[in-house]
């Protein structure tokens, strides 16, 4: 088959999963031209993440998909059940019920869900096809080459494993977004650190009644001890008709991935339930690797690497997939504004710099839960495990923080104060629009350009950042309490975000704080610090 004539596009990504597909999704939302090529026919069959942070859903509520993952998720409310069994029709050896989700909106208007993943992807893909995304699925990269350097364009060449036709796509950026194997990274030399593969497994996903085993339970990890099985887990959805269960090949039982045929699957899948009856429909087999590995750069010229590509961590804790697109939303706002010409080429640097250190405190994070897990942990590393929530909300960029100041890599959510490199708080407001005001969060206001926020009395601000915005020649928009919002917190907005009652913070596309403004900023030192503080956030 001959090649098609050469296409031309902002961003190609390479990898379909849910770290390529929110990418897709945040760039679109930014007005990039983007395509994404994905080699399998589909999104994922199989759950592989489950958890999904309150920040990973803050980033799908500001990019109008929240509301359909919660509905999707609503079935899997009541699934707290942790358990150790013999199957699910045999004796339970031990069992707790994990506690009803706090009440988290003193920190964010999002929650903590349980979905699978092949649940979640189909939702996003669809919110990046209606934004304007070109997916090709079953269409995978051939080649790649940047003919005029690294950071030059690049020009790849795809091809549809359907009908075999090649095409060439040329994109000023490359996002690879292709796994863990990721053979872009490889293809560029990227070594990784880490402790390397810790366990190989198999996932074994199936379909079978579950009701009447589970007898009225609902389960969010429930491992299975038996003759056959040791250590297992597994894991089922909320039509309690499909399952997952996890298998850990083991090198003294002299298991490999080519012994799990669909007749050994089954016994495996039946000796889980307890049943040796059970209807049992194999539907996938799928051989991981639980590793800790992560890439020593995620930036090599005009190519990035996101997701696994960058970073595999141990699932205990469910870090992994909420990380990677957490990667994505960093990378897109960037991407964006040196698009546009708003930012300098060296704010790109600011993707590695800022995601790596959270990626590989992220991963040793989960490391430490896969000691205490085991009961391996020293007291020292018990000490050393944070909260899930201070890992997914309170993370930081050190490199983002005031110059002179000292900002450690994570904070706890409820102290998060609007200091510059860490997430801008979230306070109960009155949003002003056309239907006139509806309930809703701060956090609504950012996501698409910089924002600066300033009081009742912050007219000075707003004359201020519309100067700053036409001398740095960026877009930044300027909202304030009594005129676009209704503050609705106890305390007041600026107890919250830690400036005087007159004073001013500049976020980010991206929701973290760029500045804040002294004591006595006002006037014309208001339009020059302004200034330079996007000049500083844009690289310029």
Known sequence: MGKEPEELTDVLIVGGGITGLSCALFLRQHGVKVVLVERHVSTSIHPRAWGWYPRTLELFRASGVEEDILAAAAGY????????????????????????PGDLSS????????????????IVRAGAEAAGADLRFHTELVHFERPAGEDGPVLATVKDRGSGRERTVRARWLVAADGGRS???????????????????????FSADLEGPLDGRRFSICQIENEQLKGAV??????????TLIVQLRPEDGWTVADFTPERSIELVRSAIGDPTVDVQIIGVLPWELAALSAERFRD??????GDAAHVVPPIGGYGANTGVQDAHNLAWKLAAVLRGEAGEELLDSYDTERRPVAEATLLQAQLRLMVRSGRATAEQRAATLDVLTVMLGHAYPSAAAPGTHLPQFREPQELNGEPGTRAPHLPVLLSGDGGRTPGSLLDVYGKGFVLLAGPSGEHWRTAAEAAGRA??????????????????????HL???????????????GFVAWRSPED????????????????????
């Open 77 to 100: 409310a009541g699934h707290r059940r942790q358990a150790t069994v013999e199957s699910l029709a045999g004796a339970e050896l031990k069992s707790a019920m994990l506690p009803e």
């Open 496 to 510: 919250r975000y830690a400036v005087p009652a007159d004073g001013a913070v500049l976020v980010r596309p991206d």
């Open 472 to 493: 740095v020649g960026a877009a930044l928009s300027a909202v304030s309490f009594g005129v676009e919002l209704e503050d609705l917190s106890e305390d007041g907005w």
């Open 301 to 306: 010229g005009s190519v990035f690497l996101i």
């Open 107 to 122: 920190l964010t208007p999002s929650r903590q869900i349980s979905l699978g993943q092949d649940r979640m992807e189909p």
């Open 521 to 540: 900023t006002t006037g014309p030192d208001a339009e020059a610090a302004i200034t330079r503080a996007l000049r500083r956030a844009l690289a310029r």
């Open 183 to 205: 053979p872009v990274r490889e293809a560029l030399g990227i070594a990784r650190r880490g402790r390397g593969v810790l366990q190989q497994q198999v996932s074994i996903l």
């Open 234 to 243: 597994l894991g089922h959805d909320d039509t309690l008709s499909r399952g």
